[in-house]
């Protein structure tokens, strides 16, 4: 069993939909990180929490430390947020080394 | 400048050649990293650099040899490869090591060995 497990593994939506990506981790963590790959393309980090909620604009993400769960939402989803949505999670205490252990991935498709 | 840059975008090499990847930040980052990624699979973490000195290796072959010339610079030294080693090399830096660094990935290197 991963360590950290995403779902769903695939997702497709109808344009305009809100869309949510839920991952759950079973390590103490210090971070969690919701990061965007378009195919075949690099990586963008969208959010790094440790607790709470961050919002930047239609994506918003969630933590709740306890359950050891977190969930990206996008809101008025769009063709363009298509891409792999993949959680990474810090492993152990404030001074530990910056190693993340990632999920598998959600792949998005939004469809116009 | 916010960003990491990689070069060069594709590369296609024979398993007798010898290439070498390379990453660059100019943020300041004390902390580089490279991973590889294999198709739908999450990125794998080969080796960490921390104030320009080897801190992770993840049991990588010697035919990858990680090379920090300075902080802004990164490369991947590539020796007889294999088929299997065909993946996108991904590169990422971060301010520190702490718990609230982000990393910051670059776009990737496509490697294909024939």
């Known amino acids: 069993k991963n360590e950290v497990e995403q779902s769903p593994q695939n997702l497709t939506a109808q344009e305009g939909e809100f869309i949510t990506i839920n991952c759950s981790y079973s390590?103490?963590?210090?971070?969690l990180h919701w990061l965007q790959q378009h195919p075949g393309g690099g990586i963008v980090s969208l959010f790094m929490?440790?607790?709470g909620k961050k919002k930047h604009g239609r994506l918003i993400a969630t933590i709740n430390i306890q359950e050891k769960h977190s969930s990206l939402h996008i809101t008025a989803s769009h063709p363009r947020d298509s891409a792999v949505y993949i959680c990474?999670?810090?492993?152990?205490?404030?001074?530990?080394?910056?190693?993340?252990?990632f999920g598998t991935g959600t792949l998005l498709a939004v469809q116009p | 400048d916010t960003e990491v840059t990689q070069t060069p975008k594709h590369l296609v090499m024979g398993m007798t050649n010898k290439k070498s990847l390379k990453c660059e930040q100019h943020?300041?980052?004390?902390?580089m990293y490279w991973y590889k990624q294999k198709a739908k699979k999450p990125p794998e973490l080969m080796f960490v650099?921390?104030?320009?000195?080897?801190?992770i290796n993840e049991s990588v072959p010697s035919r990858f040899s990680p090379e920090c010339p300075n902080s802004s610079l990164l490369n991947l030294h590539l020796h007889a490869l294999q088929p299997e080693d065909s993946a996108l090399y991904l590169c990422?830096?971060?301010?520190?090591?702490?718990?609230?660094?982000?990393?910051?990935f670059g776009p990737g290197t496509r490697l294909t060995v024939l």
């Open positions: 990422a830096s971060s301010p520190g090591q702490g718990p609230e660094s982000t990393q910051y």
């Open positions: 390590v103490g963590i210090s971070a």
């Open positions: 929490l440790s607790s």
């Open positions: 990474a999670v810090r492993p152990g205490v404030l001074g530990a080394t910056n190693k993340l252990i």
């Open positions: 943020m300041g980052h004390r902390a």
């Open positions: 650099y921390s104030y320009e000195k080897l801190s």
